[in-house]
């Protein structure tokens, strides 16, 4: 079995990354996690001054995380030490900078490639500090910015983008005429997680990055749309914390992925977790690469022109078996399935308009859709 794969050219002997966070702030961190199967890790953002970080900066329900934590704590300099630490391990790792300008950003990138850095990250993106307004969202300065940096460096460059724009495909382009090698995406959402009703207070003194379980729909759209409009390496990021969320991003296309969220909440163990039940699905499907899989489900998302109006309505695939459930005739705003006293549950094709939401909801596949008959 098989799962190595390739990001801007760096071999990889897994598609699991750790990305930017927390978890990638110092040399020790970074060779735990990779010790714990990851195939290579992508630094805390580094920058050229030091941001201290406020208290409380964290909140975490329901799978959900916000954070306020605004980049690396260490020097520019102190980042020499910790990188060479993963390299002497030989670990892969990618450095994720960030600057106010782009010729600062590729002194930025010339001074982690002099350390010993794999390849750069562009952490143009997080939500809360400036990176996102000043040059994550504005094509042009993205494309100024990765050119300069591109031209100062020998290896490769991925870009990271954020979800918070309503431009995704041109900024993913402006970095690929550019000339980077990779796009990751997709960095936290700018959110308020919650309110304290009681103090009036939000959990979190000012907005902050949204990131875990929720997030990951956003991220699959944003991976989709990034691999349909540019031929790179594409990094996919966002919610995942098992493996078959992995093999989501896989099929839209994404070359690997990274998480931190999921390690955050459930510790390290999870990394060998998802790559054990990758290769036990993989296994049991029988195939040997994940180049087999990938992009799959990307040459299916269809353009609203081109999905061909069927008339499909839903039909019973098999008798109910839970006497307690009434959750499609709940959620059928059309009123057509009822549950008989006997437990028996009909579709009354005439009034189904074939929206498709009892065969998601049923937690025992009792439904297709199918053409009225
Ligand atoms: C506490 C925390 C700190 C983060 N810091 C950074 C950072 O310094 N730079 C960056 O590019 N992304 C940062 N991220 C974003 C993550 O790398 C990732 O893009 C995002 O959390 C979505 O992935 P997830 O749902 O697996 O957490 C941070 C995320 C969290 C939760
Ligand atoms: S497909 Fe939609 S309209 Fe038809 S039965 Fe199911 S929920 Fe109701
Ligand atoms: S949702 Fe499924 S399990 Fe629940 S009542 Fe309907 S058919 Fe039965």
Known sequence: MDLSCELMGIKL??????????LTRSGEMMIKALDAGASAVVTETILNEIRPNVRPRLTGHDGALQNIRLYSEYSLEEWKRQIGMVKEHGGV????????????MAFLGRTVE???????????????????????????????????????????????LSPNVNNLAALAKAAEDAGADGISAINTIRSILGVDINSMSPFLPTYGGYSGDPIRPIGLGAVATICQTVNLSVSGIGGISRFNHLLEYIMLGASTCQLQSALIFKGLGVIGE??????????????????????????????????????????????????????????????AVEKGRDGKVQVDTDKCTGCGLCLSVCPETCFTLEWKR
């Open 13 to 22: 002997k897994n598609p699991l990354i750790i990305s930017s966070g927390p």
């Open 114 to 160: 002099r350390y010993g850095a794999d390849a750069l990250e562009l952490g143009i993106s997080s939500p809360h500090g400036e990176g996102l307004s000043v040059l994550g969202c504005d094509p042009p300065n993205l494309y100024e910015t990765v050119r300069k940096v591109v031209e100062a460096v020998n290896i490769p460059v991925m870009v990271k």
């Open 93 to 104: 790792v990618i450095a994720n900078i960030l600057a106010h300008s782009p010729s600062e």
């Open 274 to 335: 998802i790559l054990e039940d990758l290769r036990g699905w993989m296994e049991s499907k029988g195939y040997n690469s994940l180049d087999e899989v990938r992009g799959k489900a990307l040459n299916r998302l269809k353009s609203f022109d081109e999905i061909i109006l069927e008339p499909k309505v839903a039909m019973m695939a098999k008798n109910c078996p839970r006497p307690g459930c009434s959750l499609c005739e709940t959620a059928c705003i059309f009123g």
